[in-house]
């Protein structure tokens, strides 16, 4: 810990110098909200308000139209649906997601740290390594390959794609974690005879609560976020938020209505956000195990 | 017997997804790398042709164009989101009170999709609605901002959306390095005679070195992939003002039939992020096993 650094030593330099740090801290921390306050204010005006500029002003009509519209109405591509279809599009693509990856990765983590075979960081190399590649480079291949297998344009094959470039990050949290248990507490068990299930079931997983937590988080916002993969995968069945979002965006007919689309972007944001705020702690441990590994 | 399964075990349960990648992720590389010396059009073609798609890809004016916005974009977004990054992490770790309450407004832009900041940040820089008209409002009437409709600028428009979203991410890495700084050094400067600034600058920021390290590493992948703002928030344009790499690629294979040049763009894109993630990935495993 550094303390009262940056700080001269007279009291009234201390002072002057305490309050320019929160005067540029205060500064970006506006920075950093005004998008979202202006995303907010904005879904809540009509568009002649928008349209009559004054973008950072509150609004003199507070009205929900937009929300509705963004919800249940707005066009997107062909249909009037609002985004809600796609809204529970992503949930249904999502949560298997990250069930799948979050299983397999810890069990993955779980052999890796012991039950270490011959050729063991190599599997992990390679495992590590899959999670920094560009993805354009399987975009061609899988869209052939998901055709191959039917399931082109549905949920279940987004799943599928998210679980197999996911497992990467799920198994070096779960690895990372787990190396970190003591070993000694495995060879007692198995000592006393408890096998592989046994020892992850009963050992391991009760005390494996924040590393699932950070994964699920992780894996939550990863995939939730996703756009590549939606837009070059997805069919009207399983077009996920983010890719419904742009569409309404970026459709060039008809007039721009900037309120839906900022109330559209709000409506994309809030399950990463609502998680975010929840449970923040997990969530920067996350990154920053995916960052820099712990 | 079960001694035998005992052993297999493991391996057993590690296979799916050890099959799953070799497959999806090293084996799509390598088809990927195949079409790539094909002359593959709108559907793969897998008649040898070698490597001539790998000049004329570095011919075409377009993929000029997208590489040279990566290299203004990718040199910007490091550079910024590591000053500001720094400077953050610096000014919070002064015993600031408001820490818990300010780290996660910082931080925050990070839970977004890159669709959604684009989408706020496209509205907010046009000239239109956003930023030019606010300052008009105010009475500012030569302010002119129209960057994000310009040929020249667009591209600094990508830099200032995207390092809103990463640089809290950037704070959040420094400040934890500068909490695992042992505050005795601090100290031993300070009762030297070392002034604030001499002291960050001589012995604080050299000990973050690490820090800068996985810093630069993230964000220079994170660079090269870069396509979801990009798409939200200037599509490419104006023109092809703002192509990247990551939307040549996409618009080269999926929009304009030329899948053979498509997958060679994705090959230089992995061998950039390659050349940077190997060696780092090397080093932190090898120093992991020393440790």
């Known amino acids: 810990m550094i303390s009262n650094s940056i700080s001269g030593n007279s009291g009234a330099n201390i002072k002057a110098s305490r309050i320019f740090i929160y005067l540029i801290l205060i500064i970006f921390a506006i920075y950093y909200l005004l998008p979202l306050y202006v995303m907010l204010v904005n879904s809540l005006k009509p568009l002649e308000e928008i349209r009559g500029g004054g973008m950072l002003n509150l609004p003199i009509v507070w009205s929900l139209d937009s929300w509705r519209s963004a919800w249940s109405s707005a066009q997107i591509g062909v249909d009037p649906s609002g985004l809600r279809p796609y809204f529970w599009n992503s949930i249904s693509m999502v949560v298997p997601a990250v069930l799948l990856s979050t299983i397999l990765g810890s069990l993955n983590g779980y052999v890796l740290t012991k039950w270490q075979f011959k050729g063991h960081g190599i599997v992990f190399g390679l495992l590590l390594l899959s999670c920094f590649i560009p993805f354009q480079i399987v975009l061609i291949p899988m869209a052939k390959l998901l055709g191959v297998f039917g399931l082109a344009g549905t949920t279940a094959g987004l799943v599928l794609v998210h679980l197999v470039y996911g497992v990467g990050f799920t198994t070096l949290f779960f690895r990372n974690y787990y190396s970190a248990f003591p070993t000694e507490i495995i060879k007692a068990a198995q000592i006393d005879g408890a096998g592989f299930f046994r020892i992850f079931w009963r050992i391991l997983l009760p005390s494996s609560g924040p590393i699932i937590v950070v994964t699920v988080i992780w894996q939550f916002t990863n995939i939730w976020n996703d756009f590549l993969f939606g837009a070059s995968f997805a069919d009207f069945d399983s077009i996920p938020m983010t890719v419904a979002l742009n569409n309404l965006v970026n459709s060039s007919t008809g007039v721009k209505e900037y309120n839906v689309h900022f109330a559209g972007a709000i409506l994309a944001a809030l399950p990463t956000l609502v998680v975010y705020i929840v449970s923040g702690r997990y969530f920067v441990r996350g990154l920053m195990a995916g960052a820099v590994k712990g | ?291």
């Open chain 2, 1 to 291: 017997m079960k001694n035998y399964l005992q052993l297999w075990l493991p391996r057993i349960v590690l296979a799916p997804s050890f099959f799953l990648i070799l497959v999806f992720v090293y084996g799509f590389i390598i088809y990927t790398g195949y079409l790539s010396l094909t002359d593959s059009r709108m559907l793969p073609t897998y008649e040898f042709m070698g490597l001539s798609n790998y000049p004329k890809l570095f011919g075409l004016r377009h993929w000029k164009i997208a590489v040279n916005n990566l290299a203004i974009f990718g040199i910007l977004y490091i550079l910024i989101c590591t000053i500001i990054g720094l400077l953050l992490a610096i000014l919070l770790d002064q015993k600031i009170r408001a820490e818990g309450f300010l780290r996660p407004i910082f931080l925050y832009p990070m839970a977004l999709s890159f669709i959604v900041t684009g989408t706020a940040w496209k509205w907010f820089l046009d000239p239109g609605i956003g930023l030019e008209s606010i300052m008009h409002q105010w009475g500012w009437e030569s302010f002119h901002f129209d960057w994000i409709k310009n040929r020249t600028f667009a591209i600094y428009t990508v830099v200032m959306a995207a390092v809103w979203q990463s640089s809290g991410f950037v704070m959040a890495m420094f400040l934890a390095g500068l909490r695992g700084i042992d505050g005795e050094i601090m100290k031993a400067a300070q009762i030297d005679g070392a002034s604030g600034f001499r002291i960050y600058r001589r012995i604080i920021i050299p000990m973050l070195r690490p820090a800068f390290l996985s810093a630069f590493v993230i964000l220079a992948h994170l660079a090269i992939k870069a396509y979801d703002l990009v798409i939200a928030l200037t599509n490419g344009g104006p023109g092809r003002a703002t192509e990247l790499p990551a939307t040549f690629m996409y618009s080269y294979t999926f929009e304009r039939n030329q899948m053979g040049l498509g997958a060679t763009s994705a090959i230089i894109m992995l061998i950039m992020i390659f050349s940077i993630i190997i060696p780092y990935l090397y080093s932190e495993l090898r120093s992991e096993k020393e440790s």
